[in-house]
């Protein structure tokens, strides 16, 4: 469990994980179990892997954790499920009709730039479509 506070891990035998470096310069942080707690430890067969039973527990924990627990923790409300299911039909609904009768599934011309005026042309024309829907 991990206590933002004073930035560590629990473990669950209750002992501290501390932060020890930065893995390969990455955005990752390794928290490790100091002072050899994990060699008399009567959860060390339920805590670690059996190719880790001679080592310290430790945890890879990233920068941007925080904001991951966060975006999961939103994914679970009832308002992101409405949001997501109705992406579905409408937005995810327009690509593949640009895909099935507007001829998106190709490019006509090579070059971002060029790609982006099909895009552009495809999207005018779906709207234009829409536009004239409504008024009849």
């Known amino acids: 469990m991990y206590d933002r506070l004073h930035d560590r891990y629990h473990c669950p035998a209750g002992h501290y994980l501390y932060p020890y470096k930065k893995v390969d310069g990455r955005s990752t942080k390794r928290y490790r179990l100091v002072g050899g707690h994990c060699q008399h430890c009567a959860l060390r067969q339920t805590c670690l892997p059996d190719n880790y039973q001679k080592r310290a527990r430790f945890i890879y924990r990233g920068l941007y954790q925080d904001k991951i627990d966060r975006i999961k923790k939103r994914q679970k ?12 039909w409408k937005i995810e609904g327009l690509f593949a009709e640009a895909k099935q009768y507007h ?9 971002l730039a060029k790609m982006q005026i099909q895009c552009y042309l495809t999207a005018l ?3 234009m479509k829409r536009l004239l829907s409504v008024k009849t």
């Open 77 to 88: 409300t009832k308002h992101f499920k409405k949001k997501l299911s109705e992406r579905q």
């Open 103 to 111: 001829g998106l599934g190709w490019a006509k011309y090579r070059e």
């Open 125 to 127: 024309i779906q709207n």
